[in-house]
């Protein structure tokens, strides 16, 4: 997917993906940051969803409509059935709250009725909670889990020998779709002489958390 490496090269533009020294929440020392939350102005997240939308049509998966875990996925469920849209895809989308209301329209999801099969979009895959309460949602609806699109698939392994995607792929039967991969990092780093210096650190945090083999 050619626009993998555009979406890594706005992510650095923006400062979304930095270099340098960071603890993750498992207490690792790596190399890069993640942080999409920082996709915060209309341009840079215009582009964000146009990828999720590119992402999920080069997939070519069956899909009826999308899903957004409160809170990271609201914004980005919306501007993706935008995107979608504007691509010839006019899909409904949903979203739930973290409390449920009892007044007005009531319950805990706002927008289109779930049914079908679901697209669910992400920021990352950390721990699968998200992934979790989505997937249960969803099936309580009698709709279908069909895919998960998240921005960055980190590729490391969880608990066990599986990544925290290869381990929601595994425990659902759904497919998980990442904008760009750290093979895909790992690759625009080879290419870019402003960024090169980061390329060993980056490599030598694969070898050693990485999951083994490419999927």
């Known amino acids: 997917m050619n626009f993998s490496r555009d979406f890594i090269e706005l992510a650095c533009d923006k400062g979304v993906l930095r270099f340098g020294e960071f603890v993750t929440k498992a207490g690792r020392l790596s190399p890069y940051f993640f942080n999409a939350g920082l996709f915060n102005d209309g341009a840079s997240f215009g582009r964000l969803c146009d990828f999720y939308a590119r992402t999920l049509l080069a997939a070519d998966l069956p899909c009826d409509m999308l899903f957004g875990p409160a809170y990271k996925g609201i914004p980005l469920v919306a501007g993706t059935a935008m995107r979608l849209a504007e691509h010839g895809h006019n899909l409904p989308f949903c979203f739930n709250r973290k409390e449920a209301k009892d007044h007005g329209e009531g319950g805990t999801l706002v927008g289109a009725p779930l049914a079908g099969r679901v697209a669910i979009l992400d920021d990352v ?48 039967g759904i497919p998980v779709l990442a904008v760009a991969t750290l093979k895909d990092l790992i690759a625009f780093l080879h290419d870019s002489p402003a960024l090169a210096a980061n390329l060993d650190a980056v490599q030598r945090y694969r070898e050693t958390y990485g999951v083994s083999g490419d999927a």
């Open 125 to 172: 895959i950390s721990a699968g909670t998200s992934v979790r309460e989505s997937v249960e949602i969803i099936r309580a609806h009698g709709a279908t889990p069909s895919a998960v699109v998240i921005a960055l698939d980190r590729m490391e392994r969880g608990t066990g020998s599986l990544s925290a995607v290869q381990e929601v792929g595994q425990t659902y």
